[in-house]
């Protein structure tokens, strides 16, 4: 890599299309005209943070740099909405930048989670100047992937986000009273406290500050508030190339594998064979993390720094920016961590090739309740069998135990945490299988399908997806959820009536782990998993306007044509390949 002397513009002003100015710092060569990288954030372009290191780096190589403050954060004027300027903003954003002196014309953008957001909105504003992107732990739609999930609200990640950014606004705003900042801190350190409040809109003094977190409260289906945000109904007007990167126990990883397929399949033209995916046993700062992942420890080879994922993204960007033979146009496209293996693999698509969807059926003679119950995992169908029964009580919740969450690491800390204290509990449904002989290599989507009746008019379930080991240790591996009235369809709920059998798909997101011999695979059912989702109040009421609760008596049925199990995308010898690091 060429290293060339580079010099920083500070504080420089972009315009908008309506008069707001942007701030943005340059990190550019010096009499060196060549493409941009833009990278567009609310978490303040001054403190360079988890992606200094690659920012240093690019300019190194000859990139002109763009830190820019998002509309209405750090120096940038404007109010911060999220979302719903970034099209508009990134557009105008990248135009200014690809007509000025020191750039050829060629804009790339990289960045994660929010960071990430803007990267798609702007390619969703069909500016010609954006070749390429590096997306990062980002999502595809705002409604179901990160503000809700199977139509349950993601509580913690909301309201903590929401809180962080407004504990943030209300500090730089003279305007606002000492009153509101305290309150917006002591809500932010207790959390937990905060998160069971009813309703949940029960925080006024964000109003002012963050009034868009009572706007997702009253749009709970996907409306045409959040259509006009999706990308994934932009995919067929986008060409640009894009690397997306993601961990396991990320809370974006949906979005993350959605971006990826969506642009294979439906990308315009010679976009859909410029998509790359990698993702590694990571929590939401992925490629920063490092070890532990929650208390799990993968090892150094997991790391993003083992496969030098900056180095990836330089190779990337040269490829589409420079028209560089780099070698990576030519490379299998998908690259991920196999837990339980312990490897980097290389395959041509996602889900693998040769993927087989596995029924592993629930079983129990009707007391599956804790994992000293009877409740078994098996691939026969069961036969003449009692249904398993809990109560679930709002008041008294599952709590959410690791897993993939965002982005508070005193009250959400993400990652592998042992489950049994979890298990104990009556209102988990426990299903286990036997010791397996061989190893089971389960890569790619996983469901719960689940035949369950509620004495509510509506209630949640949820499902968990758990490796456990000879020693009893219960490792968390994926887990969802699905709001009874959403099971249809998030923009047209459906009641349900109590008593009646229905049939429920329970999305558990995706995974890559090999169950080794003399592990056992394990299934949890519940409803409830707080405060990664707010509590279902069973009485039919929004929770985001009732402080009503009430207890529901929960039913799963797995007997007859009621056949509830869990279908595991299991994987032959061959679909992957151990990874080579190219240097």
């Not at 963050?210 to 932009?234: I, K, Q, T």
């Not at 959410?400 to 508070?408: E, F, I, K, P, Y």
């Not at 298990?423 to 035949?451: C, K, N, Q």
């Not at 869990?566 to 390949?577: D, H, K, T």
Request: hydrophobic residues 35%.
């Amino acid at each position: 890599m060429n290293e060339h002397t580079i010099t920083v513009d500070r504080m420089v002003a972009i315009p908008m299309r309506d008069g707001t100015v942007l701030r943005a710092d340059v990190y550019r060569p010096v009499a060196r005209r060549g493409p941009a990288l833009v990278f567009r954030t609310p978490y303040d372009r001054t403190g360079l943070g988890m992606y200094g290191t690659f920012a240093m780096r690019a300019a190194s190589a000859g990139y002109a740099v763009v830190l820019q403050d998002t509309r209405g954060r750090g120096a940038s004027g404007g109010t911060f909405t999220p979302f719903v300027h970034e099209r508009e903003d990134g557009y105008d954003s990248i135009d200014w930048i690809a007509s000025q002196p020191w750039c050829d014309g060629g804009v790339g953008m990289f960045g994660g989670s929010y960071d990430g957001v803007t990267q798609w909105q702007a390619a969703m504003s069909g500016h010609p100047a954006l070749k390429a992107m590096a997306p990062n732990v980002t999502a595809s739609s705002y409604h179901h992937g990160w503000v809700y999930r199977g139509g349950a609200f993601q509580l913690g990640f909301s309201l903590g986000w929401t809180l962080s950014l407004a504990a943030h606004n209300a500090a730089r705003d003279p305007n606002v009273s000492a009153a509101i900042r305290g309150g917006i801190t002591d809500a932010l350190d207790d959390l937990p406290g905060s998160a069971l409040r009813l309703p949940l809109d029960d925080h006024p003094y964000l109003d002012d500050i963050a009034p868009y977190y009572r706007e997702w409260l009253d749009h709970p289906g996907y409306d045409e508030f959040w259509e006009r945000l999706d990308v994934s109904r932009a995919y067929p007007d986008m060409d640009v190339a894009a690397f997306n990167m993601g961990g396991w126990y990320d809370t974006f990883l949906l979005g993350t594998l959605g971006n990826f397929t969506g642009m294979r399949e439906h990308g315009r033209g010679p976009a859909r064979t410029r998509q790359r995916l990698l993702v590694g046993p990571w929590p939401h700062e992925g490629l920063f993390s490092g070890n532990p992942v929650g208390e799990w420890n993968f090892g150094g080879r997991s790391t993003g720094g083992a496969i030098d994922t900056d180095g990836l993204q330089l190779r990337w960007f040269d490829t589409w920016l420079r028209d560089a033979d780099t070698g990576m146009a030519d490379e299998p496209p998908v690259l991920l961590y196999t837990m339980g293996a312990g490897e980097w693999r290389v395959a041509e698509s996602w889900p693998l090739p040769g993927t087989e969807f596995q029924d592993w059926y629930l079983h129990s003679d009707g007391r599956a309740n804790t994992m000293d119950g009877d409740g078994t995992l098996r691939r026969d169908k069961p036969d003449g069998q009692a249904p398993d029964t809990f109560l679930y009580n709002p008041l008294n919740p599952v709590p959410t135990v690791g897993g993939a969450l965002c982005c508070n690491s005193v009250h959400s800390r993400a990652g592998i945490f042992d489950q049994r204290t979890v298990e104990a509990r009556e209102d988990v449904l426990v299903y286990t299988s036997e010791p397996l002989t061989e190893p089971l290599e389960v890569t790619g989507p996983v469901s719960v399908v689940l035949h369950a009746s509620t004495s509510a008019p509506d209630t949640d379930w949820t499902a968990k997806l758990v490796d456990v080991e000879p020693c009893g240790y219960a490792r968390n591996i994926t887990d969802g959820i699905i709001r009874a009235r959403y099971r249809n369809s998030t923009s047209e709920p459906s009641p349900i009536t109590p008593g009646d059998v229905v049939e429920y798909r329970i999305d558990l997101g995706a995974t890559s782990n090999v169950f080794l011999p003399g592990h056992r695979l394990r299934v949890e059912v519940s409803s409830s998993n707080f405060p990664h989702f707010d509590r279902n109040p069973n009485t039919g009421e929004l929770p985001g306007r009732s402080d009503e609760v009430r207890s529901a008596l929960q039913t799963v049925h797995h007997d007859g044509p009621y056949l509830s199990r869990i279908e595991l995308p299991v994987v032959p010898e061959g679909a992957s390949a151990p990874y080579r690091r190219n240097s």
